[in-house]
């Protein structure tokens, strides 16, 4: 049994896809054409695409979009109104601060005072039967960068079982999904969860696991300095700057990717409080790192996560 492997670039990020034989290189490529088809639809990068199709008419008239589009959408509205942190609606104040690009910039509090008032998912209407989006005020704005991702590596899952593709690694930039039995004799698989403060591929430490979905965000890799002062990505949709956390990372182990990388949205929002908010879900794990480089690990996670960098050490949750 061979490896096939191949790095893509999409999804602003890097794209590695790894399957084994029998399995080929085609069944990579298509999978990243289907990368770029969603891409195609939900991205807010570029001038047009459905959910710009949808910000461009906010205020006044609804969007019909895809069947893929809509239920996204629909799905990330349903998280949103729930206030744990994830917003869809966040559109306008990610666009303002722009972190990540090269007109990045520190926005005057009056600003982000306008852009908070265009923050609320209550006021988005949905049409089931049209399959149609209306953001009901002019300067609202869609962003599915919290959850696009996980989505997709969920699709290309689905598309490699149904194309007989039963073992295999995706790797969106972060959000992993293994796909069937690991390489090693125990046919566990074992994923390194990168160290914050290193470079990439830099691991502190090593989960083995069964087949899963890992997804990681961090503070550490998109972020802006400004006057000695740090800004990270991650937005507050309350107070319309990046949320103040003890954290550095946030790993999500899950059955689907797209959970996993709602919950890292939630986990920065709530610190190790998001414990208490995910125990209801046992198939979810948690491991999270802060910038004293303690590691807490939920419970499900303390036989199977190793550290093996000496600077980190185990926190009692």
């Not at 910000?55 to 729930?82: C, D, F, R, T, W």
């Not at 006057?227 to 689907?256: E, W």
């Amino acid at each position: 049994m061979a490896v096939v492997a191949k790095t893509y670039h999409g999804l602003g990020t890097k794209i590695i896809l790894t399957v084994f034989t029998p399995a080929t290189i085609k069944d990579l490529d298509n999978a990243y054409t289907l990368v770029k088809h969603y891409e195609d639809l939900l991205t807010v990068n570029r001038i047009e695409s459905e959910i710009m199709d949808i910000n461009h008419a906010a205020g006044n008239h609804a969007v019909k979009v895809s069947s893929i589009s809509y239920q996204l959408v629909k799905q990330a509205v349903e998280i949103s109104q729930k206030d744990l942190g994830f917003d869809v609606a966040i559109g306008p104040l990610v666009k303002l601060w722009h972190i990540g690009f090269s007109d990045a910039q520190v926005p005057a509090v009056r600003d982000i005072q306008a852009r908070l008032k265009l923050i609320d998912p209550r006021q988005i209407e949905l049409n089931d039967v049209e399959k149609s989006v209306f953001l009901l005020h002019a300067g609202m704005e869609l962003d599915l960068g919290g959850i696009a991702k996980g989505y997709i590596a969920d699709a290309i899952k689905q598309l490699w079982l149904n194309n007989g593709v039963n073992q295999g690694i995706i790797n969106l930039g972060g959000n992993i999904v293994l796909l069937g039995p690991g390489p090693h004799q125990d046919q566990q698989w074992k994923v390194g969860i990168q160290d914050p403060f290193d470079v990439r591929n830099r691991p502190l430490g090593v989960l083995t696991t069964k087949a899963c979905s890992v997804v990681t965000s961090g503070i550490y890799e998109r972020f802006l300095n400004y006057n000695g002062q740090k800004y990270h990505h991650i937005f507050d949709p309350k107070t319309g700057y990046p949320v103040k956390t003890k954290l550095v990372s946030v790993t999500v182990i899950s059955k689907k990717s797209i959970t996993g990388e709602i919950w890292s949205s939630i986990g920065f929002y709530n610190g190790t409080n998001t414990l208490k908010l995910s125990s209801i879900d046992d198939s979810l794990g948690f491991v999270f790192i802060t910038q004293q480089r303690q590691v807490f690990v939920t419970k499900n996670l303390r036989k199977c996560f190793k550290i093996t960098n000496s600077n980190y050490h185990l926190a009692q949750n």
